[in-house]
């Protein structure tokens, strides 16, 4: 199957080529972020089978009091710990091109068809990464500057009617550290992935401009948000992951995670591989291939399990 095709420029007579440049101009794609953020699970690879299970330890519960008396036996409390199983799959894509465009052509198309299927995995791995993300069963709304919606049955309650802002920024760190009892990613830090147009709702708050005027004053200039309420944004452009939401898509949907968020089951790391030459050699391909799976961890919204909040909207 050729991969592209040439124009005549004449009905008859001689033909000609018009003059290319030396350079290959290559798309833009969109940034990846996801991927970086989940945590391979320990003990699985290749060889392993298709299922992993993921081993959770619940809490026990906070008595009233703990005191004893002399004669009393020692009361015994619960410990339950309960799995979850993540089924690895197969990911693939792949170019096919021929030998006689290889032979024909001034450029060398291996390279540029590799490139662009590495941007191509590592998009679709970002994907499936955030969407592990979003099953986040507790779910936070901005429905107005200073107002939201929380729910934990995985179901947002309400319609986004503001973006990020700072009010909003502080409301999700207090629910996560003092509802939640979410521990942090990094040290003291939470983790906050939005959409461009989600941090662009905090840098117009000037509450923001205030905070970075003492803390890093070059925030503005370099276009980033960098750490508030002790949350590290990053900023994604990948408009499958995240979305623009709401009414009035008023939203830049994100994320906002703490330690143990999303596990990567990996039983092949993705690799690029060539197919073996068909047809006496004429018909090529390169794909990108792998077997893995990302889901999140605590799929519940329960105090001291749910580790991530999903900022998001009906």
Same mark, same amino acid.
């Given at each position: 199957?050729?991969?592209?095709?040439?124009?005549f420029d004449a009905p008859t007579g001689t033909y000609k080529q018009h003059t290319l440049s030396r350079k290959l101009y290559e798309a833009a794609v969109e940034n990846s972020v996801f991927v970086d953020h989940a945590r391979p699970v320990d003990g699985f690879g290749k060889n392993k089978g298709e299922n992993v299970t993921l081993t959770r330890v619940k809490n026990i519960?906070?008595?009233?009091?703990? @005191?004893?008396?002399?004669?009393? #036996?020692?009361?015994?409390?619960?410990?339950?710990?309960?799995?979850?199983?993540?089924?690895?799959?197969?990911?693939g894509r792949a170019v096919p091109f021929t030998s006689l465009s290889m032979d024909l052509s001034e450029y060398d198309l291996d390279n540029p068809i590799q490139s662009k299927l590495r941007d191509q995995m590592r998009l679709v791995l970002d994907t499936k990464a955030a969407v592990a993300f979003?099953?986040?069963?507790?779910?936070?709304?901005?429905?107005?500057?200073?107002?939201?919606?929380?729910?934990t049955n995985g179901t947002p309650g309400a319609a986004a009617t503001s973006n990020m802002n700072f009010f909003h920024t502080e409301e999700i760190r207090d629910y996560m550290y003092d509802t939640l009892n979410v521990p942090p990613l990094e040290g003291d830090k939470y983790i906050g992935i939005f959409r461009t147009l989600g941090l662009r709702g905090l840098k117009r708050d000037t509450k923001w401009e205030e905070w970075h005027k003492y803390t890093d004053p070059q925030a503005k200039f370099t276009g980033e948000v960098g750490q508030i309420e002790g949350i590290r944004f990053i900023e994604s452009n990948?408009? #499958?992951?995240?979305?623009?939401?709401? @009414?009035s898509s008023v939203l830049g949907e994100g994320v906002v995670f703490g330690e143990d968020s999303v596990a990567l089951a990996e039983a092949m790391s993705p690799e690029l591989r060539a197919a073996i030459p068909g047809?006496?050699? #004429?018909?090529?391909?390169?794909?990108?291939?792998?077997?893995?799976?990302?889901?999140?961890?605590?799929?519940?919204?329960?105090?001291g399990e749910a580790r991530v909040v999903h900022v998001s909207s009906t």
């Open positions: 199957m050729p991969t592209f095709t040439w124009n519960t906070e008595p009233l009091d703990a @005191t004893l008396d002399e004669l009393m #036996r020692i009361p015994e409390d619960a410990f339950q710990i309960n799995t979850k199983s993540i089924t690895v799959k197969e990911l979003k099953r986040a069963s507790v779910k936070y709304v901005p429905t107005g500057a200073a107002t939201n919606n929380i729910t990948h408009a #499958r992951a995240l979305g623009k939401i709401g @009414t047809d006496f050699g #004429r018909s090529r391909a390169v794909a990108w291939y792998g077997i893995l799976e990302f889901d999140i961890i605590w799929d519940t919204g329960n105090q």
